[in-house]
T-cell receptor
């Protein structure tokens, strides 16, 4: 069974540009999460999808970040316009629908560098 | 919200040494996971351990939920064990939002 995949693995952009990160969860997992670790700080929750609906987006830092999950399969996280403080590693995770506290399986992350 | 504290913040080990990392949390949890972030930034699932004890090769973990702590044991450490170890918990009043600790930076020297 394939794990959570993320694309790209690394992205380098200039301040003010737009970047879109993609996450493909484990097949059949209804829950999809985005987290990020910026500048060596703690890993922070961004948002949670259940199928195509946003269950919790309390961790989204501001309106420059837009997450979508059309059709309840893969998800994209767009940053527009990117700022220097957005640099870090963005992780996606997925879990099955069974229980809210099921194990979350993490992808390898996308390292975003904003110059 | 729930607080997660990891100790020690930094750990330097010689190859072959054993070590124990600790994770304390401030409230009841439904989920506790340990992760290893390797030098390339990838986050690797180590254990899903809301309670009890599990072992996987040279690593093992124990969670005592009633006393609100978990321990990660690394035995016969190798240089590939270097990286940051994170503990993350899901409080009983939270749906899906894992709360991470600050991590323990481990460096294993040859």
């Amino acid at each position: 069974e394939a794990g959570v995949t993320q694309f790209p693995s690394h992205s380098v952009i200039e301040k003010g540009q737009t970047v879109t990160l993609r996450c493909d969860p484990i097949s059949g997992h209804d829950n999809l999460y985005w987290y990020r670790r910026v500048m060596g700080k703690e890993i922070k929750f961004l948002l949670h999808f259940v199928k195509e609906s946003k269950q919790d987006e309390s961790g989204m830092p501001n309106n420059r970040f837009l997450a979508e999950r059309t059709g309840g399969t893969y998800s994209t996280l767009k940053v527009q316009p990117a700022e220097l403080e957005d640099s870090g590693v963005y992780f996606c995770a997925s879990s099955p629908w069974r229980e809210s506290y099921d194990e979350q399986f993490f992808g390898p992350g996308t390292r975003l560098t904003v110059l | 919200g729930i607080q997660v504290e990891q100790s020690p913040p930094d750990l330097i080990l010689q190859e072959g040494a054993n070590s124990t990392l600790r994770c304390n949390f401030s409230d009841s949890v439904n989920n506790l996971q340990w992760f290893h972030q390797n030098p390339w930034g990838q986050l690797i699932n180590l254990f899903y351990i809301p309670s009890g004890t599990k072992q996987n090769g040279r690593l093992s973990a124990t969670t005592v939920a009633t006393e609100r702590y978990s321990l990660l044991y690394i035995s016969s450490s190798q240089t590939t064990d270097s990286g940051v170890y994170f503990c993350a918990v899901l409080s009983t009043d939270s749906w899906g939002k894992l709360q991470f600790g600050a991590g323990t930076q481990v460096v294993v020297t040859p």
